[in-house]
């Protein structure tokens, strides 16, 4: 790939600022959309994008615009790092925009809520005609704090075709931002919408004060809920053994920049979830995903009782402390690793 590669981010929010600084290290001429003109006007004329990334400085290789037609046409490969809710509705408005051979890069981590669609899924109905095989999907324990600092991260990108997944790589690849491939689409997906369940459900313990053994068990059963359901969507359990398994379950659940952590924790001093939203003033993406979980868990046929507990406290009012002691309460059964047979191909 050229350095003069020019590359579109979708949008401004602190995980696509991040990449965008990634790719525009890389050489790449980097034009990064919003729909706010202040926050274009801040991102150009101070190099700053302070309610995501406080004072961090971006490089002069990135651009801001509203415009996405600016943004998009041209561009090599276009990364959507949007919340799950607006997906869709970024997705038809990118469409005209897109060139014949344009890698599209998601780094979104949900199902859409109605549909309980995965995210490349939703992209591939708005993008009828696009060889799926263009869709890549990025995933793994990234925090953007970190990334914006170069700080060393390892990350993985999957597809079903394997030379989309390598330009991704080849686009985002340097120093301190190595990346992995796999043809695991519905593994990297699942990892990395799941995990932020289970970050809720740390948050949560911790906040009352259960401890490193409460939240340990909590995330190592919360990793096989996660298989469980991964598997039976079709994916390959390895894969939740990865980056986007375990590792961005481990980085989420202990880490200070987690906003689902934060989330859980705040839910535990008794706070309501629509206070805990107001408070955060960004997106929470475990809360509705813990609503599509428990509905693909029953559609699937899955037990997921971390997840059972987590919805009757996010939307049945169930107290916090009483949700983790009726978890702690199941009866006690044998131990099991295997998850499923999986039916998973990769690339030939």
């Known amino acids: 790939m050229s350095n003069s590669t020019k590359v579109a981010v979708l949008v401004a929010g602190s995980w696509g600022t991040a990449i965008a600084s990634v790719l525009a290290g890389n050489g790449h001429e980097v034009l990064l959309w919003s729909r706010s003109e202040e926050q274009v006007r801040e991102i150009n004329t101070e190099r700053r994008n302070r309610r995501f990334l406080g004072e961090a400085v971006l490089s002069e290789r990135i651009r801001a615009t509203t415009s996405m037609q600016e943004a998009a046409e041209g561009a090599r490969a276009v990364f959507i790092v949007a919340p799950s809710s607006a997906m869709r509705e970024i997705a038809s408005q990118l469409r ?39 869709i890549v999907v990025l995933s793994g324990p990234s925090h953007a704090e970190e990334v914006i600092q170069q700080c060393p991260t390892t990350v993985v990108v999957a597809s ?63 990793l096989a809920e996660i298989a469980r359901l991964g598997v039976a969507m079709g994916a390959n359990p390895l894969t939740f053994a990865g980056l986007a398994g375990v590792g961005d379950l481990v980085v989420t659940c202990t880490s200070k920049h ?31 995903t813990t609503q599509a979980a428990h509905k693909l868990s029953r559609q699937y046929g899955i037990e997921m009782p971390i997840t059972d507990e987590l919805y009757l406290l996010l939307f049945e009012g169930k107290e916090p402390r009483s949700a983790v002691e ?23």
């Open 96 to 134: 005209p925009h897109l060139g014949p051979e344009t890698i599209l890069v998601h780094a979104t981590k949900g199902f859409e809520t109605g549909t309980l669609k995965r995210m490349s899924e939703v992209l591939a109905d708005e993008m009828q005609g696009m060889d799926p095989g263009r």
């Open 326 to 348: 009726d978890l702690m309460g199941r009866d006690p059964t044998h131990e099991s690793v295997q998850v499923a047979e999986s039916s998973h191909t990769g690339w030939s």
């Open 258 to 288: 987690s906003r689902n952590w934060r989330a859980g924790s705040m839910l535990a001093q008794g706070l309501s979830l629509s206070e805990v939203l107001s408070r955060m003033g960004m997106v929470v993406e475990g809360v509705k």
């Open 160 to 222: 079903q075709d394997k030379e989309a997944a390598e330009a991704a790589q080849a686009l985002l690849t340097n120093a301190y931002f190595r990346v992995y491939t796999t043809p695991d689409v519905v593994g990297i997906e699942v990892g990395g919408a799941l995990k932020n369940i289970i970050a809720l459900g740390a948050g949560l313990s911790d906040g009352l004060g259960f401890g490193d053994n409460a939240k340990a068990a909590l995330m190592t059963r919360g």
